[in-house]
T-cell receptor
């Protein structure tokens, strides 16, 4: 399967614990995005990378959240000291960098569903 | 005001009927738009891109009205498998950051 993959698919944790999610984008896609989706809402942008550079972070991304893409390939999203409000689906998407059209198609992974007890 | 707004529905549609719904956007500079389909507890999947006045793909037709800043999606000859949430999406900046609407739920009934 050459699509975007995310691990783990489900994570249940206790409040206050740290969690880390991984995203493997489609091979050779330069851009990688993280979104968060809660029930009844559309995905909300968190942050994105172009290659290894993190170019923008949403105000939604508090100091407890950190994302990395060290070699410009896979990315990790870490949440420290989780809170119940962090419970959501965390989606990763990737897109190629064509440089021609604003809004190149983003392909989403299956998501990691986080439940904070 | 949210950047992208949608009627949450649900739109209950008899199988074989036509359904249409709109999405309004606030960023007049947006040049391209997308409709994604999302099944329950699954990831969004691209349904259609809209770069000019509209786009048609089989039973699905998307239209863009820049003057009134809305995009519509029309589904003809609805199938049971069309039941899903349809997310309207607009890029919010030149880097491709996407702004999603909350989605319109469509339920096709036998």
């Amino acid at each position: 399967d050459t699509g975007v993959s995310q691990n783990p698919r489900h994570k249940i944790t206790k409040r206050g614990q740290n969690v880390t999610f991984r995203c493997d984008p489609i091979s050779e896609h330069n851009r990688l995005y993280w979104y968060r989706q809660t029930l009844g809402q559309g995905p909300e942008f968190l942050t994105y990378f172009q290659n290894e550079a993190q170019l923008e972070k949403s105000r939604l991304l508090s100091d407890r959240f950190s994302a990395e893409r060290p070699k410009g390939s896979f990315s990790t999203l870490e949440i420290q000291r989780t809170e119940q409000g962090d419970s959501a689906m965390y989606l990763c998407a990737s897109s190629p960098l064509t440089g021609t059209t604003v809004g190149d198609t983003q392909y989403f992974g299956p998501g990691t569903r986080l439940t904070v007890l | 005001r949210k950047e992208v707004e949608q009627d949450p529905g649900p739109f209950n549609v008899p199988e074989g009927a036509t359904v249409a719904f709109n999405c309004t956007y606030s960023n007049s500079a947006s040049q391209s738009f997308f409709w994604y389909r999302q099944d329950c507890r699954k990831e969004p999947k691209l349904l259609m891109s809209v770069y000019s006045s509209g786009n048609e793909d089989g039973r699905f037709t998307a239209q863009l009205n820049r003057a009134s800043q809305y995009i519509s999606l029309l589904i003809r000859d609805s199938k049971l498998s069309d039941s899903a949430t349809y997310l309207c999406v607009a890029p919010s900046d030149s880097w491709g950051k996407l702004q999603f609407g909350a989605g319109t739920q469509v339920v096709v009934t036998p």
